[in-house]
């Protein structure tokens, strides 16, 4: 299968590499189709979208050109006193939505239904897809566009992931202050705005091997969503490989393209 590949489209217009996308999408396509807003994980300090070319082509081939895939930078957090900090990370993301439901000009997009957005993310890709679901910035007038969010090996609970790993301290403190522990949290701000999100499915997965993240950040996660009034949510707890291996298992593909088709 012919897979169109268009790198570096600048979604803030600020020429920022961390401000461009790429854009995955089938050269023949049966209809209009979904869109996938793929968010890379690293601790919210390291990652690039061009690492994560197999997985975009992977979902497409999958879903036999039927699925659309963006794969996005955001600013990251480093030692730097002027370095990102919550909630830059989440702007961005926010911004390369906004830019992908409503720019007329980028290629692939007249192919593309954007009334069905699904956002995937590992680990903080993960944290950031589902706090854009949860926790909308009162100026983020996309939430209607998002259908589904699907989060691999997520971290939804940063208080209890420093109990569970109090050496993940170092890189939660580059991120975030520690006033805004419980409200980063998905699982902490699920409750809050239910009324708004009401509509979006759910999938969360993590794997029983992940080396990194303990599956009780899912499980806990995906009961919280249930207990709120979340209709769609479904838990996937299995062996699917390590934390960064699972991004390159067909399963974890196939599991992708059966949540949104």
Known sequence: MKIQVHEDISYLFDNSQRHKLDIYFPQISPAIVPLVVYIHGGAWRTGDKSEFRQIAKGI???????????VINYELSTRSADSARHPEHLNDAMAAVRFLVTDQSY???SIIDHDQVFLVGHSAGAHLSA?????PHPHFAHLCNIKGVLGIAGIYNI????????EYCDFIDMAFDTSQHDDASPHCVARKFHDKAGHVRFM?????KD???APEQ???????????GYTDVTLVVKDLGTHDGALLNQELWNMIVRFII
């Open 60 to 70: 497409i081939n999958a879903s036999q050109n039927r699925l659309v895939v963006a």
């Open 204 to 208: 969360v997965v993590n794997s029983c």
């Open 218 to 228: 899912a499980t806990d996660f995906a009961a919280r969503l249930v207990t709120t």
């Open 107 to 109: 290629p692939g997009r």
């Open 211 to 213: 080396e990194l993240v």
């Open 131 to 135: 706090l854009m679901a949860l926790a």
């Open 159 to 166: 208080p209890k992931l420093l109990r569970t790993n109090p």
